[in-house]
């Protein structure tokens, strides 16, 4: 048996010391966050999907009432630009929660499904998506990519073995 261990790197900023770029998209991201339809979980997700282009697609989360039937913020967002800008690559994408009772101090990390769903799109383009997580009054952690998010992660050359 050998013992191995994985490590990876990102980056964490205090708030205050974010660069003008990143808490631009996170502003944007809040923004989306503030149009989210959540009225059962009153817990509101924004999602700023960057393109190559620049373009900036927007991501919410959208409940129901039969839970598994809503979506994501992040998911909201890659389908769009996946449909709108079928050939470009995606860039970075800022994901921030409000929750109901007070500003968040710690930020969210996407779940599993969306890490795989953005995964899928950085192996198709071949093209590291950034990823901002922020907190409302908190620290924000930037991540080179989705692969550091998704360890170990399924992807099309496991579908051939």
Do not use: W
Not at 5 to 32: M, W
Not at 36 to 46: E, L, T
Not at 113 to 123: D, G, H, I, M, T
């Amino acid at each position: 048996m050998k013992e191995k261990i994985h490590t990876f790197k990102y980056k964490e900023y205090e708030r205050g010391e974010l660069p003008e770029d990143l808490q631009a998209l996170v502003n944007t991201a809040i923004s989306f966050a503030q149009q989210a339809y959540a009225p059962y979980s009153c817990f509101r997700v924004g999602a700023a999907l960057e393109l190559t282009t620049g373009e900036i697609v927007p991501g919410a989360n959208q409940e129901n009432a039969a839970y598994p039937s809503g979506l994501c913020a992040e998911r909201v967002a890659a389908f769009g630009a996946a449909i709108q800008f079928p050939n470009t690559p995606f860039s970075r994408i800022a994901i921030v929660a409000l929750p109901p009772d007070a500003p968040s101090s710690k930020p969210i990390s996407p779940c599993g499904a969306c890490r795989q769903v953005l995964l899928e799109y950085e192996q198709k383009f071949n093209h590291n998506i950034e990823v901002i997580l922020a907190s409302q009054t908190g620290k924000t952690c930037v991540f080179p990519n989705i692969k550091s998010l998704l360890p170990f992660s399924f992807d099309a050359a496991a579908l051939s073995i």
